[in-house]
């Protein structure tokens, strides 16, 4: 009896690998390679190509000891979970001899063996001609550059084709190599040149051209590789040369977020290579209402003037926020850590309707960046009126027992201890001018926590603990200290939850419907106003009749 043999190594994708990747491939999406939109994506960082690691599965399958006769005519696989970069990895190859499908399964685990990639290469037996015969222009796999497309969900279409050109030859095969070289550690020079790209070395071309295809032209940078079945003619000999990868749109769902296609690689017009794609894309980002539309909204609030900080005011509620203070008549310090432009965004659009703002980088979680920023804000408008503590780490699922205290540190980190210091920065402007506000922003989650959010939860709920302490404390220096408790918004934030989830959320409403950022604004500039002057440790809950009710 035969039994399976199994062969194993370890990589890592760094951001290097990441860019010679993209430079072979042309697969430069912002979702891999730009750290403000990772930031910004439903992951809340990059992630790596999906197809970087497979590119090693050559040195495994020389490992095997395959007959010789053997070629690759089918790869499939699934991306159950994205891979940050630098993270070290293992991918397993798994042969038995007497499987007469003649398949190789291989996985590629993270942390603990979690599976992140999953699939198989199927054989068939036959002579193949083996690595590209001649030098084909650049190193890359693309003649030309391509511009990142951006499809969101809500702008698919079912029978939307598009096409690129590519070439293949002895340039894409070393630079496929050096891709790899920078991931392995351990494999020697020799071993790397023979087996990669190797006979099936067009099989692998293909995969790196499907990572193009999904993040580059259909549909591009909103899109996260889900899977794929690629498929190798019998006919179709290892080409050298040009020709030009086609697809065609075969299922579009804007419910699920999930796009189908077909795609083809052709020279002339013999099929070299076939595949189905299956993608996620995400909906569209939630983008703040322009001043002119907030303009209408104003009613005298006894804000004009006043020197407003908003801490994590670059996008969502908090720049919905700073710009309605801007349209009562307030001066604006949009903080922000990571998105100069967004923030600078938001500055322009107050500042074009003829509001006062201004755009201050500063780690909220670091004491001097705290105190620099105040400098800079006492030295152009003054002590500070009214602080409103919004800033989070993020938003995304993430089962406990995958949860470490360093996960739950960094959450605590920015909405509590960043909340802890802001407020000790502006207390002296307070007591020299007799008085401010603090509105901190908590959820409903603390009441009734969403399944795997544990370490969102826990901050929050510190945060809800502060503000009572706080109330009770500095209610005799008339400093204001109250709470907005909104239910789940749909903003950029929470751009990773399921559109199934954000049905049911709606349909358990009251009011069959979420709260949207501009109502939730309108109760923060309130508890900012005049007309909220006898209001200190209070919970304005924001739910359209769910609870809690308090």
């Known amino acids: 009896m035969t039994t399976s043999r199994s062969v194993s190594l370890e990589l ?22 730009d750290p403000a939109h990772g930031a910004r994506s439903r992951f809340g960082e990059n992630v790596v190509h999906g197809v970087l690691p497979l590119l090693a599965l050559p040195l495994l399958l020389k490992d095997l000891a395959l007959p010789a006769d053997l070629w690759i005519a089918e790869i499939e696989a699934r991306f159950p979970a994205p891979l940050a970069p630098g993270r070290p990895v293992r991918l397993t190859a798994t042969w038995s001899p007497a499987d007469a499908t003649q398949q190789v399964q291989f996985e590629l685990s993270g942390d603990g063996g979690r599976p992140l990639t999953r699939g198989s290469l199927t054989f068939r037996e036959g002579v193949r001609s083996a690595v590209p015969d001649r030098t084909v222009g650049p190193s890359s796999l693309l003649p030309q550059a391509l ?38 550690k351990g494999v020697p020079e020799e071993e790397l040149n023979t087996a990669v790209p190797g006979p099936s070395g067009w099989a692998f071309a293909c995969l790196a051209l499907l990572s193009t295809q999904v993040g580059m032209v259909m549909p591009g940078r909103a899109a996260t590789l ?8 019998e006919q179709a000999l290892a080409p050298h040369g040009s020709g030009t990868v086609r697809s065609e749109v075969k299922l579009a769902s804007q419910t699920s977020g999930t796009l ?76 922000f850590r990571t998105s100069q432009e967004a923030a600078d ?49 993020g938003y995304r699922s993430q089962p406990i027992e995958e949860t470490s205290w360093a996960h739950v540190q960094q959450d605590i980190d920015v909405v509590v201890k960043g909340s802890f210091l802001l407020v000790q920065a502006v207390l002296r402007g307070f007591e020299e001018q007799g008085g401010g506000r603090i509105v901190n922003i908590s959820s409903t989650a603390v009441e009734a926590p969403p399944r795997s959010h544990a370490r969102y939860v826990i901050a929050k709920s510190a945060l809800s603990g502060l503000t009572r302490s706080l ?10 200290v109250n709470e907005v408790v909104p239910s789940f918004m749909e903003t950029d934030l929470t751009s990773g939850t399921d559109r199934v989830s954000i049905g049911q959320i709606k349909a358990a409403s009251p009011m069959k419907r979420l709260p949207s950022p501009e109502e939730v604004a309108d109760v923060i500039v309130f508890l900012a106003s005049p007309q909220a002057a006898h209001m200190s440790g209070q919970r304005l809950v924001v739910t359209g009749g769910a609870p809690p009710f308090l």
């Not at 990441?18 to 912002?30: I, K, P, T, V, Y």
């Not at 889900?226 to 003619?233: A, D, K, N, S, V």
């Not at 107050?350 to 105040?374: L, N, P, R, S, Y």
């Open 226 to 233: 889900l899977e794929f079945q690629l498929r190798i003619p």
């Open 12 to 33: 890592v994708a760094d951001r290097q690998a990441m860019q010679r990747f993209a430079d072979l491939s042309g697969d430069h999406s912002s979702l891999h390679m």
């Open 471 to 480: 109330a009770v404390e500095l209610a005799g220096r008339n400093v204001l």
């Open 147 to 184: 511009s990142e497309r951006v499809l969101w969900a809500d702008e698919m279409r079912k029978g939307e084709r598009s096409s690129f050109p590519y070439v293949w030859g002895d340039a894409q095969g070393r630079a496929m190599r050096e891709v790899l070289s920078g991931m392995l």
């Open 345 to 393: 965004q938001v500055v322009s659009d107050i500042q074009a309707h003829g509001g006062q703002a201004m755009a201050v980088h500063a780690d909220i979680t670091e004491e001097k960046e705290v105190a620099a920023m105040m400098a800079q804000v006492h030295a152009a408008w003054g002590n500070v009126d009214v602080l409103v503590n919004n800033a989070v780490a």
């Open 260 to 335: 189908v296609q077909d795609v083809e690689f052709l020279a002339e017009d013999t099929v070299l290579a076939s595949a189905q794609v299956k993608a996620s894309v995400a909906r569209r980002p939630y983008a703040p209402p322009a001043m002119a539309e907030l303009a209408k909204r104003v009613a005298d609030r006894g804000l004009k003037d006043k020197v407003v900080l908003i801490s994590g005011a670059s996008r969502g509620l908090g720049a919905v926020t700073a710009k309605l203070f801007a349209a009562h008549g307030a001066r604006v310090v949009v903080n």
